[in-house]
Nanobody, 114 residues
Framework: QVQLVESGGGVVQTGGSLTLACTFY????????MTWYRQYATSRPMVARI??????TYAEAVEGRFTLSRDNAKSTTYLRMDNLKPEDSGLYFC?????????WGQGTQVIVSS
């Protein structure tokens, strides 16, 4: 059984920072790529992804402001978000795909006030 738990959301002013965490409950975390998504009204685009080898990639909108890392000893990924903008507001989910099955956490809310 796989479970993902996000944390770290909150309310921050424009230009501020937050760090989201996603903890993986399951086996062999170090072998899995992990992805963060943001929920909009009708879509859930990718924000950042980190491969098992630790190489992150980012959506263009967050490149240079967000940093995704992983701590395999804690089975956790960290999404550091700097210089936050109101358009970064939303519900953030982490995801792992194992054997063609997607697993999602419950999400953590980020609100950036202007």
């Amino acid at each position: 059984q796989v479970q993902l738990v996000e944390s770290g959301g909150g309310v921050v002013q424009t230009g501020g920072s937050l760090t989201l965490a996603c903890t993986f409950y399951g086996t062999r975390f170090a072998e899995h790529g992990m992805t963060w998504y943001r929920q909009y009204a009708t879509s859930r685009p990718m924000v950042a992804r980190i491969a098992a080898a630790g190489n992150p990639t980012y959506a263009e909108a967050v490149e240079g402001r967000f940093t995704l890392s992983r701590d395999n000893a804690k089975s956790t990924t960290y999404l550091r978000m700097d210089n936050l903008k109101p358009e970064d507001s939303g519900l953030y989910f982490c995801n792992v795909r194992l054997r063609d099955t997607d697993y999602w956490g419950q999400g953590t809310q980020v609100i950036v006030s202007s």
